[in-house]
Structures are given as C-alpha cells and as structure tokens.
Nanobody, 122 residues
Framework: QVQLVESGGGLVQAGGSLRLSCAASGSFFSINAMGWYRQAPGNQRELVAAITRGGSTNYADSVKGRFTISRDNAKNTVYLQMNSLKPVDTAVYYC????????????????WGQGTLVTVSS
C-alpha cells in the first residue's frame, strides 16, 4: 500500500511563510508527476502547483511568484515553499502523486494524502 503523508501546515500571519512536505511510503517502483492541491471551505479542490519527475513545474496564477514546488526523488518527497501568504490561501492542502507500482507497468496509480490545514490570519 502506497501512502502520501503531508506535514508542515499550521497558523501563520499574512505575509509569513510555511513549507509543506509530502513523503511517500510503501512499495512502488517510482513516482511520476506530483502536485499540491488545496480546498477552502465551500470551494472545489484546485491545483496549486505540480512538478514532473524531471523537475518541470506549473503553478496556478494565484500563487505564481509566491509559491515554489520542488522534489527530492531520492527521498520520494515533494515540497511546497509558500511565501507572502495571504488570508485567501487558507485551505486544506493535499499532496497528490502518480505512482508506477512495478517496472514496466502501463498504468499509474493516483494517490492522495490526508491533507494538512494552512490558516493565514489577517
């Protein structure tokens, strides 16, 4: 069973910073694309940032220039550095990964973390 476990959420004042981490555990061959999503109360889950295994990234317009996604393939971990946080960034942040379970597998397993709450006070 493959699990993604997030950490690093919490309460921060507007303008502050937080760094989220998401580590994969279990038995698998490799992790392909990984991403961070968020869901605020009453809103749909939205993509915040994504990164390929090779390091290509894309960001939601609302976080460009403030958030940075990165990964350490050796540690099977993805990070989200969040700077200049705003109250509108308040949400539960979820890690997502597309997993190759065994070498040569044709399909990928999509896995979600349990979420970590980020609260930005004004």
């Amino acid at each position: 069973q493959v699990q993604l476990v997030e950490s690093g959420g919490g309460l921060v004042q507007a303008g502050g910073s937080l760094r989220l981490s998401c580590a994969a555990s279990g038995s698998f061959f490799s992790i392909n694309a990984m991403g961070w999503y968020r869901q605020a109360p009453g809103n749909q889950r939205e993509l915040v940032a994504a990164i390929t295994r090779g390091g290509s990234t894309n960001y939601a317009d609302s976080v460009k220039g403030r958030f940075t996604i990165s990964r350490d393939n050796a540690k099977n971990t993805v990070y989200l550095q969040m700077n200049s946080l705003k109250p509108v960034d308040t949400a539960v942040y979820y890690c997502n990964g597309h997993i190759t379970l065994v070498a040569g597998a044709r399909s990928l397993l999509e896995v979600w973390g349990q979420g970590t709450l980020v609260t930005v006070s004004s």
